[in-house]
T-cell receptor
């Protein structure tokens, strides 16, 4: 039962263009969504997050959009740079997990930014 | 510098042996987590702990055990009962009751030989 889905395993984008990574979820109890970036053989690093009470959050080149009615979120990277090449994981937290921030992760999208 | 340290980075184990993965944090975070990553899959939660001397099973706890005797430390033991132990293991921590942002260690690659 995959509650967080990233249906595109890979994405290739030219340097300078926009990268759009998508994520869908099924659990309506999720209240907080995060994006992580991961290089091979390293731990994920936090990129950007959004609360379910918002529909957009921006941080520099990174913007996350949330469409609650569609249970869909997306990460936009503009402009894309070669250093952005990595695997991006979408993650979600459920409301009813007490004080722990149990995160449910998607399967990841490998982004390759080409010159 | 504050952070999470996992050791060792690479670990080899013979079938039938237990092995313990170390995770230490100096971020003063209350909650700690163990995830497992397999190729083509997302991170799956093994165990988590919200406070010292307390921990709960995650989604794939079978064949694993943990302890939380100190706030800074959350070691994971992969027992011989774990059928497919070869994987990349990640430890994380969060401020309890704070934002959901989890900080991750660099991971341990466990290979059963």
């Amino acid at each position: 039962d995959q509650q967080v889905k990233q249906n595109s395993p890979s994405l290739s984008v030219q340097e300078g263009r926009i990268s759009i990574l998508n994520c869908d979820y099924t659990n309506s109890m999720f209240d907080y969504f995060l994006w992580y970036k991961k290089y091979p053989a390293e731990g994920p690093t936090f990129l950007i997050s959004i609360s379910s009470i918002k529909d957009k959050n921006e941080d520099g080149r990174f913007t996350v959009f949330l469409n609650k009615s569609a249970k869909h979120l997306s990460l936009h990277i503009v402009p894309s740079q070669p250093g952005d090449s990595a695997v991006y994981f979408c993650a979600a937290r459920s409301l009813n997990t007490g004080t722990a921030s149990k995160l449910t992760f998607g399967t990841g999208t490998r982004l390759q930014v080409t010159l | 510098d504050g952070g999470i340290t996992q050791s060792p980075k690479y670990l080899f184990r013979k079938e039938g042996q237990n092995v313990t993965l170390s995770c230490e944090q100096n971020l003063n975070h209350d909650a700690m987590y163990w995830y497992r990553q397999d190729p083509g899959q997302g991170l799956r939660l093994i165990y988590y702990s919200q406070i010292v001397n307390d921990f709960q099973k995650g989604d794939i706890a079978e064949g694993y055990s943990v302890s939380r005797e100190k706030k800074e430390s959350f070691p994971l033991t992969v027992t011989s009962a774990q059928k497919n132990p070869t994987a990349f293991y990640l430890c994380a921590s969060t401020i309890s009751g704070g934002s959901a942002e989890a900080f991750f260690g660099q991971g341990t690659r466990l290979t059963v030989v």
